[in-house]
């Protein structure tokens, strides 16, 4: 088979891989359950693009795009937490887990190599996502009872006068989006891509069509019952703004957000921080996590899945989960992900010279309410080594780096060198000084 039909093969296999972790084939069709689809999907693709794919993980292509690189540096450090202990069987089995995502990101930013295909693949997972939110709206309002999806009944605090616990019905996703936060995510990240393709004046008359999908996914968003789910679609709302309109149209509309949200946001009793709202049994989980690298793990950690043993659940932060897993080593290369793609974000803004295809420097706004979005939902979730969060990274590499070569010099925004080794560094010695003070001033 020639070249390019094998590449377009690899690609169609990517796009289904992407899908089924929206709309698990296992869950729709119970004749499917316990076939490893997504598996063999992601191996079909892995085998198709084999060269290609290690060439994304060699020294000189990771020097280009440090989001690579740092992704990579997790899956080493998830290693040495373990290696660290002697812990032959950690090593392997979070390593083994881990090293699926890996290759996800590698096959996402391997495949996504031209505008149109990445226009194709955002495509996909706004369709795929908004559908099954669809049908998690659909099912928690009754209109039509879904086997494979079952809602959360959540505490949200103690009726003094009937004495009994209240209860608060929170909606839940499918598959891997089982928690109503992260479906309150997945709603986020879903409204700014459908808002991208609603924007496109280049479209026809159809691309109003995307209205019905957004007004779909504010229904569903309240209907999760997310407190970090509103801020995060607000943040990634305010950013989308400032970035396509600049700072006054954004300091408009956070003013109106903020005369909407108490009321949007319901009245959840124990959510605040107060001693026994939700807020501050988070906050005691990060103090315990931060007690325990007061010992030799400070460096590398207490090793990988160690947080539940440390403190009784995980630490419903992803920074802070990363740092007391990994040690200050694999917390500031997790925080490199995220710490290189907003500086390259910035960077092409900052660009002297023009990016010569207009689709990315339209999608420029709607990469950063992304990532602003993304990033404000992890801040309460503990989704460190999950697979949808390299999906948002390797969106970012795979965009920048098509910015990068859409221009006249073809210089990357961004080359990993000891000058970026010690901003990351110090951006990341802040950030974790930042939140252990203000966990030590607020779980008191």
């Not at 373990?82 to 995502?101: A, C, N």
């Not at 309240?222 to 709302?237: D, K």
């Not at 309410?369 to 503990?382: E, R, V």
């Amino acid at each position: 088979m020639h070249d390019k039909s094998l590449a377009k093969l690899a690609f169609a296999l990517f796009l289904l891989t992407t899908a089924t972790l929206f709309l698990r084939p296992s869950e729709l069709f119970i004749w499917l359950e316990g076939a490893p689809i997504y598996e063999a999907l992601i191996l079909c693709t892995f085998g198709l693009t084999f060269q290609s794919f290690l060439a994304h993980f060699k020294q000189f292509t990771l020097t280009r795009q440090p989001i690579s690189l740092c992704v990579l540096g997790v899956f080493v450090a998830i290693g040495i937490s373990h290696f660290q202990y002697i812990y032959m069987g950690g090593v392997i089995d979070s390593g083994t887990l881990f090293l699926k995502t890996l290759i996800y990101f590698g096959l996402l930013v391997t495949v996504v190599n031209t505008p149109a295909r990445l226009r194709s693949f955002l495509l996909t997972v706004a369709i795929c996502a908004s559908t099954m939110v669809t049908l998690c709206v659909l099912d928690y309002y009754e209109v039509y009872d879904f086997e494979f999806i079952e809602h959360l009944d959540d505490n949200d605090g103690f009726d003094e006068d009937e004495e009994v616990v209240t209860t608060v019905r929170r909606m839940r996703g499918t598959g891997i989006f089982m928690d109503p936060n992260d479906m309150s995510m997945v709603i986020c990240a879903t409204g700014v891509l459908c808002a991208f393709f609603l924007t496109n004046s280049k479209s026809s008359w159809l691309r109003f069509g995307w209205l019905i999908p957004m007004a779909v996914l504010v229904v569903g968003l309240l209907a999760t019952g997310s407190r970090g789910g509103l801020l995060a679609c607000g943040l990634a709302g305010l950013t989308l703004l400032a970035v396509r309109f600049g700072g006054k149209m954004a300091i408009v509309a956070a003013v109106l957000a903020a005369c909407v949200v108490p009321f949007a946001a319901g009245g959840r009793g124990d959510s605040g921080m107060e001693e026994g709202g939700t807020g501050h049994e988070r906050i005691q989980l990060w103090r315990d996590g931060f007690q325990e690298l007061k010992s030799p793990a400070l460096l590398f950690g207490t090793g990988q899945g160690s947080y539940p043993d440390i403190a009784g659940l995980v630490a419903h932060n992803s920074f802070i989960h990363a740092y007391v897993e990994l040690g200050l080593f694999g917390g500031t290369l997790f925080f490199g992900c995220f710490f290189f793609a907003g500086m390259q974000l910035y960077r092409m803004g900052r660009l002297s010279e023009l990016v010569e295809h207009p689709d990315l420097v339209r999608m420029r706004p709607f990469m950063c309410a992304l990532l602003a979005g993304w990033i404000t939902s992890i801040m309460s979730l503990s989704r460190c080594y999950v697979v949808p969060t390299y999906l948002l990274l390797g969106t970012m590499a795979a965009y920048l780096n098509l910015v990068w070569i859409h221009t006249e010099s073809g210089q990357p925004l961004v080359i990993m060198n000891k000058g970026h080794a010690v901003r990351l560094g110090i951006a990341s010695g802040m950030a974790f000084s930042g939140l252990y003070v203000f966990t030590a001033i607020m779980a008191r």
